[in-house]
Nanobody, 124 residues
Framework: QVLLVESGGGLVQAGGSLRLSCAAS????????MGWFRQAPGKEREYVAA????????YYADSVKGRFTISRDNAKNTVYLQMNSLKPEDTAVYYC?????????????????WGQGTQVTVSS
């Protein structure tokens, strides 16, 4: 079992920045690829970014490419999502997820563990 707890969400003006953190406990964090997903009101949850277990490879949805950066610190059992140049359309609940895999994953069904989510609201 892996417990994931997100933090760092909040209210920010358009153009601002936030850094989300996801702390993991339980099994060996470094054995898991990690991802960030988000769900806006009335919409399905969507993929945002993913990172492989070593942190050497990262992938992004087109909508956030160039603005968001995913990273991890395996010594701290934590994955991060740095979000810059935020837009109102980035408003959503953001979830981190873990997949027992060497490779980064982009599909929800590939992730076994999920956090409870953290709200990000971007005002215009």
């Amino acid at each position: 079992q892996v417990l994931l707890v997100e933090s760092g969400g909040g209210l920010v003006q358009a153009g601002g920045s936030l850094r989300l953190s996801c702390a993991a406990s339980g099994r060996t964090f470094s054995a898991y690829a990690m991802g960030w997903f988000r769900q806006a009101p009335g919409k399905e949850r969507e993929y945002v970014a993913a990172i492989n277990r070593s942190g050497g490879n990262t992938y992004y949805a087109d909508s956030v490419k160039g603005r968001f950066t995913i990273s991890r610190d395996n010594a701290k059992n934590t994955v991060y999502l740095q979000m810059n140049s935020l837009k109102p359309e980035d408003t959503a609940v953001y979830y981190c997820a873990g997949a027992y895999s060497s490779w980064a994953r982009a599909q929800e069904y590939e992730y076994e563990y999920w956090g409870q989510g953290t709200q990000v609201t971007v005002s215009s």
